[in-house]
């Protein structure tokens, strides 16, 4: 028996990753090309502001219920079939809300789209990692990391472009051809698993996880509507999550099947791995969540503008994901992951000295600063946490890696959001008291009669112009919390064990 061609197996390799990547970009990006087309929607659908947020909503909910089994479904089903009905089901739901009609058909549809896009990130994590050697891992990885840091960057700015010039159906319909050519690729070159019907299913364990992932992400995407606590709603929500949690980590050291399996965590590289991705996901997605707003509500750019300045972001990602793919093999990972955290606290450190009169300039190098650093952290990170792990724990691995990014990014954009109201509506009331007819710096500064503040008309103009200032400083106080964050984590990186991945071994 001849023994395939290293051109052959390079070639395969490179179609497998092309496929993984269609899927993951689709996946990923639908996360948030949805959210400029919202408004429309509300007016297509005849909705509600809090009737359309559900479109967001049952999605988030379904793809972070679905992702902790998707470890169990692909042992018992197979790997290739699993993620293949994944695509398939992705694709046509994403047709069906590109044609619903009504608010409760975009809903289910959207649910049925979480369902299936679960699957799609932590399947093809596992996919490349056993399709590569392990002295690749770092470029696959690499390859990877470019579609999930991609999609979350260019969402805001394609989703602008087509809600604008063709029609919010289309944030939808823009997944048929993506979905079909990856759907046909995996089909002719993804390989089968191994089946193992002998996996037992765990569904005390699913329920109990299920409970508190649900209850935890509507408390997180709704607190902040509902003022938190104060709502009866929050309050049972929290305590169904709480009580999700405390059962599931009961019956998971007690049962002899568990859902998860809690012997993943005594692995030092993984257990490490799961924090640094959870707060990669409250800085990346917080960020990305925060400067839409920031530069149109407070610096009036148009959508397109505000998603062209935030591209470039992109563009840093995808370099030092690519430099630092090649870097793995001869530098251990622990010092690029520093350098990483410490050029996106520096981006972070000068977004917190924006003003009212910064140009585009000052956001394009900004992000471009923190997206190199954010790529010089995912990869290695990404790379490591598998380095120690037998190739049978991938799937499970993955899939709860994936979660805790997304149970990251949940928890850090609902916070800084609560922040940053709190903090606007405190700053506005010290500023505020500074304005008044009997401030003698007013008459000092020879302000035009429309800003005179012993009339209505005055009162008005100044009062817009310290709301404006008062948002300002909450979103700065934002970027320097995340600021803190990155320099508390640095030194963190040296619990994890050294991670050199070895040269290739002649046959």
Not at 1 to 26: C, K, N, W, Y
Not at 141 to 146: D, P, Q, R, T, Y
Not at 268 to 274: D, F, G, Q, T
Not at 313 to 323: D, S
Request: net charge neutral; hydrophobic share 50%.
């Amino acid at each position: 028996m001849s023994l395939p061609r290293s051109e052959d197996v390079e070639l395969r390799q490179g179609v497998i990753t092309f496929a993984i990547m269609l899927a993951t970009v689709m996946q990923v990006l639908d996360t948030t090309i949805v959210n400029v087309a919202l408004p429309y929607m509300q007016g297509g659908l005849s909705a509600t502001r809090d009737e359309i947020s559900w479109v967001l909503t049952s999605y988030i909910v379904a793809a972070a219920v679905m992702t902790p089994v998707t470890g169990w479904i692909s042992a018992r089903f197979g790997r290739k079939r699993v993620f293949l009905w994944s695509v398939v089901v992705f694709t046509v739901m994403s047709m069906m809300c590109g044609l619903a009609e009504s608010l409760s058909e975009m809903v289910a549809f959207r649910l049925m789209q979480g369902v299936a896009g679960a699957a799609l990130v932590p399947l093809s994590q596992a996919i490349l990692l056993d399709t590569y050697p392990r002295e690749r891992h770092g470029q696959a990885m690499a390859l990877w990391g470019v579609g999930i840091m991609i999609g979350p960057i260019l969402g805001p700015t394609l989703g602008g472009y087509l809600t604008e010039y063709v029609d919010w159906r289309w944030v939808f319909y823009i997944n048929l051809p993506v979905g079909i050519m990856a759907a046909m690729l995996i089909l002719g070159f993804v390989p089968e698993t191994k089946r193992r019907g002998d996996v037992p299913f765990d569904f005390m364990g699913f329920f109990l996880l299920s409970l508190a992932i649900s209850a935890l992400q509507l408390v997180l995407d709704r607190g902040e509507r509902l003022d938190w606590f104060s709502s009866n709603e929050i309050l049972i929500e929290a305590v169904l999550a709480g009580f999700g949690l405390y059962g599931f980590l009961v019956h998971a050291v007690t049962t002899k099947h568990p859902f998860l399996d809690l012997r993943l965590l005594k692995d030092r590289n993984y257990a490490s791995s799961l924090v640094f991705i959870f707060i990669v996901g409250i800085i990346l997605f917080s960020t990305l969540a925060l400067m839409p707003p920031f530069l149109q509500s407070l610096l009036d750019y148009p959508v397109l503008t505000t998603g062209l300045s935030l591209a470039p972001r992109g563009f840093g990602t995808m370099l030092a994901m690519l430099v630092v793919g090649r870097l793995l093999k001869r530098v251990d990972a622990r010092p690029i992951m520093m350098v990483g955290f410490a050029l996106t606290a520096e981006s972070l450190w000068e977004m917190s000295g924006f003003n009212m009169n910064i140009g585009v300039w000052d956001v394009v190098w900004t992000g471009i600063v923190q997206g190199i650093g954010l790529g010089c952290i995912f990869v290695p990170l990404s790379t490591v946490a598998y380095a120690t792990l037998a190739p049978e724990h991938r799937n499970e691995a993955a899939s709860v890696f994936s979660l805790m990014r997304n149970i990251g990014s949940s928890i850090g954009i609902s916070v800084m959001f609560t922040s940053l109201d709190r903090f606007a509506q405190i700053n506005h009331q010290d500023l505020g008291v500074y304005v008044n007819p009997f401030n003698p710096w007013f008459w000092r500064q020879g302000l035009p009669p429309v800003m005179d503040p012993s009339s209505q008309q005055g009162l008005a103009a100044l009062n817009g112009m310290v709301t404006q200032q008062a948002e300002l400083i909450g979103y700065l106080n934002d970027f320097k919390a995340m600021m803190v964050l990155c320099i508390v984590t640095m030194p963190m990186v040296w619990l994890m064990r050294s991670s050199r991945i070895p040269a290739p071994q002649p046959a």
